[in-house]
């Protein structure tokens, strides 16, 4: 639980449309939107049949739309500090700026591997220095994630690229595939340092500065294999009994999530779809305009008309090679990094309620009298701060998440959209 009850020094309130550290987000489908003034896709969402090919797009669905249906009111108890977290209306000020490069190979007896080049830069007093540069690998990335959500577990951690390749899409050291995952990972440590709380996780500071022998060394500082052992039984333990009353406001939450998940999926199962038929479609295309070019040389008078039909062919290939570039590189990765995020977010959801269910047990067991009653009574004491920090850390948590996937996915079509036009238009011109 370190630093969930601390209150988060002055930090911006989130991302700028599209991301952290100067990568182009893209974007994120059609989804729950707001239902007051946010302007994000107001009362439009897919409302697809999986068992059908043709898309019915933009249907009104007003039970999905309430964007903004969770304000929950910060709980006033002196128990814990994060009652004075505030993400909204922070000075924005970044001092904190990260980029993700240079991908290398290396090749060992035993494995294969990627890794890339951090460069840091910083005006913070708390770093030795103001630039520092280390390589870390995928693995690398991984512990990291893992220590932020062990620190903070009801903040929502930002998603790492998938480690494993879909079958059929990419080889695993593929050109394409290294530069994609070289911006995913740009993108989460950019969020981490955009994150008012997660900025000042100390083992976020070690990943940015520490050399590789440093770091190896920081992660045998952990807990051990038994200890993570015992806490993963416990937490099975805990999620098999499951809680006995979730609040209101994250039963709405949860709602929120489940609806959130499904819409985001088949959003990027559509955007894929729509990619491979661009995809195709450009192939075929292309194959064209030499064969018309051909075909005038020996049609001496229809040899204007046919290179005119080829000249225009060639302005369709490259307006439809522009827009596959502009999906692949804007749309595609923001839609797929929130369905990360939605898994990201039904964990979240779990360790709320693995909290809120360890407190639960002793206040069952304090009532059966199975044990100390002085103990217990100090123990459900500490739990149920605990239990409150979790719970405000994630409502504040959530509100700055929706704001920033609002902005993202808004930016994320709109560009999409301005790209479009512009596409047609260069096509007619």
Known sequence: MEGECRAPQARSSGLPAGGGGGESPGGDAPLPGSSGSSALLQAE????????????????????????????????????????????????????????DEPESHVTTIETFITYRIITKTSRGEFDSSEFEVRRRY?????????????????????????FIVKGMV?????????TRRKALHKFLNRIADHPTLTFNEDFKVFLTAQAWELSSHKKQGPGLLSRMGQTVRAVALSMRGVKSRPEEFMEMNNFIE?????????????????????????????????HILWSASEEDLADTLKGV??????????????????????????????LYSEMLMGVMKRRDQIQAELDSKVEALTSKKADTDLLTEEIGKLEDKVECANNALKADWERWKQNMQNDIKSAFTDMAEENIHSYEQVLG
């Open 139 to 163: 693995q690398d990335f991984l512990w990291l994630k893992e220590r932020l959500e062990e620190a903070h577990p009801t903040l929502i951690i930002p998603p790492l690229p998938e480690k």
């Open 310 to 339: 080829a000249s225009c062919i060639d302005r369709c290939c490259k307006a439809t090679e522009k827009r596959m570039s502009g999906l692949s590189e804007a749309l595609l990765p923001v839609v797929h990094e929130y369905v």
């Open 45 to 100: 969402v897919l409302d697809l049949d999986e068992d059908e090919d043709d898309l019915e797009v933009f249907s009104k669905d007003a039970s999905l739309m309430d964007m903004n249906s969770f304000s929950p009111v910060m709980p006033t108890s002196p128990l814990s500090m994060i009652n004075q977290v505030k993400f909204e209306d922070e000075p924005d000020l970044k001092d904190l700026f990260i980029t993700v």
């Open 171 to 179: 080889e695993r050291f593929n050109d394409d595939f290294i530069e």
């Open 259 to 291: 609806i959130f998940s499904q819409k985001i999926n088949l959003i990027d199962k559509i955007s894929q779809r729509i990619y491979k038929e661009e995809r195709e479609y450009f192939d075929e295309m292309k194959e064209y305009g030499p064969i």
